[in-house]
């Protein structure tokens, strides 16, 4: 099992949001067993936050194996969906980070002004430490919202080959070539106005 370090070290530091998608992931788990080697596993991520970061370290779905599949809806649920199944979790996070102080408040309006003094520092630092220490000690039922549904897997990621732009003579995958004047060419090369 990959370890909040671990999680850290990939993303390059650490905050509330990592931490959350830490949480989120090991919900997965739990359900569903192991890490996905391959794609037994598909994650759908309703953001493309810090937390998803820890999503692909710890469950194992991953952009490039294409069994993490993003929808742009700015919301904090995840769901996991167990191949060939199709039993899913569904994973809302209803956390909210803890009262903030009049003080930080101020402080936090006078970071995001530009302000790096070292007080300001300090404070913005401490309020970030104290959202990590209350994600990291709630219970799940504090954090999420869990359901469980049943949900008819993605198709697998197929492997295409790939052929030639006539334009710009670099591969591209067969199913995204588009045809131009009669000519194979990619997208850049479609999109691009000639001369
Ligand atoms: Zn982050
Ligand atoms: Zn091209």
């Given at each position: 099992m990959k370890s909040l370090d671990d999680v850290v070290e990939f993303h390059g530091h650490i905050c509330p949001g990592l931490v959350l998608g830490y949480r989120v992931s090991i919900v997965a788990l739990k359900k569903f067993g192991d890490r996905a080697e391959d794609e037994e596993i598909v994650a759908i991520v309703e953001n493309n936050s810090c937390a998803v970061d820890a999503v692909q370290v710890v469950t194992g779905c991953t952009f490039g194996k294409g069994n993490l599949i993003f929808k742009d809806y700015g919301k904090q649920v995840y769901t996991f969906i167990k191949r060939p199944s199709g039993e899913s979790l569904r994973i809302s996070v209803k956390w909210e980070s803890p009262q903030e102080t009049e003080e930080e408040?101020?402080?936090?309006?006078?970071?995001?002004?530009?302000?790096?003094?070292?007080?300001?520092?300090?404070?913005?630092?401490?309020?970030?430490?104290?959202?990590?220490?209350?994600?990291?000690?709630?219970?799940?039922?504090?954090?999420?919202?869990?359901?469980?549904?049943?949900?008819?897997?993605?198709?697998?990621?197929?492997?295409?080959?790939?052929?030639?732009?006539?334009?710009?003579?670099?591969?591209?995958?067969?199913?995204?070539?588009?045809?131009?004047?009669?000519?194979?060419?990619?997208?850049?090369?479609?999109?691009?106005?000639?001369?």
């Open positions: 408040k101020e402080m936090w309006e006078k970071y995001i002004r530009g302000d790096r003094s070292e007080d300001v520092l300090k404070a913005v630092h401490y309020r970030k430490s104290r959202k990590i220490d209350s994600i990291i000690h709630a219970g799940d039922e504090e954090l999420f919202t869990i359901k469980k549904v049943r949900m008819e897997p993605p198709e697998e990621a197929e492997i295409y080959p790939s052929i030639r732009c006539s334009l710009c003579g670099e591969k591209v995958m067969k199913p995204r070539a588009k045809v131009r004047d009669g000519k194979i060419v990619c997208i850049p090369c479609f999109e691009k106005d000639i001369k």
